[in-house]
């Protein structure tokens, strides 16, 4: 989620532990919730769970309970029933985005929303190592922003870098053979700390000395010259010099490109990144049945929640939804124990 949704994510965790060192709240870690426990009425009043260190089934109640669980962009299975055309893709999240909470929910009677919309991000990052690994780095959208432009296996740009997600993933789709990522030093005085995390930590960039390196590499793979290069970058350049370019770009960051430049490259596809569905909720954040009715002291929000963003969401808006759902839900809560 980068490094907006590191501090926030990071910063919530603070609080968590300090609320918990001073009795306020319990942390139970390895533990996967199986289901939700009701009363005779069917309120929700608790939820069962696996101790997956000590084994056995264990139960938590309370007054209420909130799913925020994530979405499912790991699960191979929710994708094959729910969004079949991208179950191949890579993703950008992790093994502990599996959807649970909404396959729990669902099993309790909760309306499940909006599930065949699955965001796919024009650039994840391509690991040299493992290639192959369900798992890849998000080449974050600041990158492109700051000049950063994709090359195809002819060492041409055939898009818009600045363009709507779907758009990106669309031209990606339809070049064959690998795409690259490509910085120069103007782009990556823009977003350095960036640079720097992909480049040293993540080592999903590589250095080169100039084009002509580059080129050189490219010459082995796809006997491309180091003239199609140099003349991709005098187009861009001309390009930001008349304020017009075929493929739509409005601006033209991080020129001028130029031969003797150290570069900053990358292989990028398209991922998975976030899920627009979920479990369909009312503004009050109360979980939903199939007939539209509250189920009572349910409650969901974030990324496990459906219908907040339609089809597709904008970029930043996950965490918008995170902290303003989040808090809407905590604050339904605190209504809830006190109208009781």
Known sequence: SGAAGGYITLGLMRHVKKYAKQGQCQIIKQAKMTNLLKDYSGRVVGLKYEDLKNGGMKQVRGSAVVIATGGFCYNLDMLREYAPTNANLST?????????????????????????????????????????????????????????????????????????????????????????????????????????????????????????????????????????????????????????????????????????QELRVGFVEPVLHYVMGGIAIDPEAQVLDEKNKVIPSLFACGETAGGVHGRNRLAGNSLVECVVYGRVAGNSCVKLLKSR
């Open 92 to 260: 950008t999240n992790g093994s502990w985005a599996n959807g649970e909470g909404m396959l729990v929910a669902r099993s309790s009677g909760a309306k499940l929303v909006d599930m065949a919309c699955v965001q796919v991000h024009p650039t994840g990052f391509i690991d040299p190592k493992e290639p192959d690994a369900r798992e890849k780095i998000l080449a974050a959208e600041c990158l492109r922003a700051a000049g950063a432009l994709l090359i195809n296996e002819k060492g041409r740009r055939f898009v818009n870098e600045l363009g709507h997600r779907d758009d990106v993933t669309s031209a990606e789709k339809g070049q064959k053979g690998k795409v690259r990522l490509i910085l120069n030093p103007v782009a990556v005085s823009e977003v350095e700390p960036h640079v720097k995390m992909y480049t040293n930590f993540f080592k999903v960039l590589k250095v080169y000395k100039n084009s002509y390196e580059l080129a050189a590499e490219m010459n082995t793979e796809m006997n491309i010259p180091v003239e199609h290069l140099i003349d991709t970058f005098d187009t861009y350049n001309e390009s930001a010099r008349k304020g017009w370019c075929p493929s739509g770009k409005p601006r033209f960051p991080g020129v001028p490109y130029k031969a003797d």
